[in-house]
């Protein structure tokens, strides 16, 4: 018969992932890792709307540019055609674009940061700082913005230098995306430890961030293709929605990781909790997200 908690004492690396899924699932990981996941896809339509304004922008002072991006796509026939219009359209809408697209981009952004506080408050069991968290989001959002584009260009630039190099260029994206979660966590979240604590959590969203890089790069056209091919536009969404979800559960095991760390160190504390009055049931204890998972029959009285 398979003895699972004596794995567990053996096999140090086994215990702790498994403390770390118990706790994901005990605060809400799951919820807390479609929200994010949702809100980040929401945010992608405003994104779009950027990106075409962008495009419009720069086609209307270059008239080659519909030309030289079909060629640089290697694009013919109908699929040529498809862009050069979707160009002059985006010509034609660019300021309404730009500014619809900046606007709901600020929006959604918001809502995006805002699942991501609620995920590292929920981690280390800390409550929101209210209107604050606006700014703080604000803040986090100009912010991330330039360490995002400086990670986005070391794909370029990964193709660009020499392949001895290709290492460092790799080690720069971890540096980059540690630096940008160690800020995240320490940043949003209202809880009081110093940034260095944040560091393991990091260091395993960066890592895992890199890996997903890889394989999406094979993985997601593939995906997105075949479920085009099978369910159409609805397959797309889909496919696009389960990559953001396998992300946002990453971000999520990084706070908790942090976490389980700084209670290594650190220690824990009981404070008591209200919970509601069931009759015929005495609570004994609960679980990180409040609810009861230990309880006894109340006894009779004579």
Request: hydrophobic letters at 50%.
């Amino acid at each position: 018969m398979f003895d699972l908690e004596r794995w567990r004492a053996r096999f140090g690396w086994l215990d702790g992932i498994l403390r770390v899924n118990e706790r994901f699932g005990a605060i809400g990981g799951g919820p807390l890792s479609s929200s994010i996941g949702l809100a980040g896809f929401l945010s992608l339509f405003p994104l779009l709307l950027v990106a075409i304004a962008v495009a419009g922008f720069i086609s209307s002072g270059d008239a080659g540019f519909a030309r030289e991006v079909v060629r640089s796509l290697q694009l013919t026939g109908r699929s040529a055609e498809v862009v050069t219009d979707a160009l002059s359209t985006a010509e034609e809408s660019r300021r309404a674009a730009s500014v619809i697209g900046l606007a709901g981009l600020l929006w959604s952004g918001l809502g995006v940061v805002g699942t991501l506080q609620n995920a590292c408050n929920a981690a280390w069991q800390t409550t929101g700082r209210g209107l604050i968290d606006k700014a703080v989001s604000l803040a986090w959002i100009l912010g991330a913005s330039v360490l995002f584009f400086a990670s986005a260009a070391l794909g370029p630039l990964a193709g660009m230098v020499p392949l001895f190099s290709a290492p460092l260029v790799i080690l720069l994206g971890l540096a980059i995306s540690t630096g940008l979660f160690v800020w995240t966590f320490s940043f949003l979240g209202n809880q009081s430890v110093p940034a260095r604590a944040h560091l393991p959590g990091a260091i395993v969203v960066a890592v895992g961030f890199e890996a997903l890089k890889l394989v999406g790069g094979v993985y997601v056209p593939r995906a997105v293709s075949s479920s085009s091919a099978l369910y159409g536009s609805l397959g797309v969404v889909f496919a696009v929605l389960a990559w953001l979800l396998v992300y946002a559960r990453l971000i999520v095991y990084g706070a908790v990781v942090n976490v389980l760390r700084w209670e290594a160190g650190q220690g824990t504390v009981t404070v008591e909790i209200d919970v509601p009055r069931m009759d015929g049931q005495v609570p004994l204890s609960t679980n990180r997200g409040g609810a009861v998972d230990e309880k006894v029959d109340a006894p009779h009285s004579d």
